[in-house]
């Protein structure tokens, strides 16, 4: 449905404050950061973001889905971190 990559956009752009700000962090473009929100808008079926010129802020269900997005990438990163714990342990 969703990937980890548009999830970090999501987030960078929450934690940035804006489109540009996030595509320049990421290293990505502008449209590029911009589709990737149109994707998850489009399958949540709802807005993420208010737009008004520059100024952007969460609706209610992008506050929601903050939550979960970096409770999600949080465990992604735990995931990461106990199979390099395992591989670490496996090298010894």
């Not at 404050?17 to 990421?26: C, D, L, V």
């Not at 149109?38 to 399958?43: A, C, G, I, Q, W």
């Not at 979960?68 to 990438?73: E, P």
Request: proline share 0%; aromatic share 8%.
């Amino acid at each position: 449905m969703f990937t980890i990559a548009q999830l970090e956009i999501f987030v960078e752009i929450v934690e940035s404050g804006t489109f540009a700000a996030a595509a320049k962090r990421r290293g990505v473009t502008q449209g590029a950061v911009s589709n990737m929100i149109k994707y998850l808008e489009n399958k949540l079926e709802t807005d993420l973001f208010f737009r008004d010129g520059m100024y952007i802020a969460l609706t209610r269900a992008g506050e929601v889905f903050l939550m979960h997005a970096r409770t999600i990438l949080d465990e992604v990163d735990r995931a990461v971190r106990a199979v390099h714990a395992l591989r670490s342990h496996a090298k010894k």
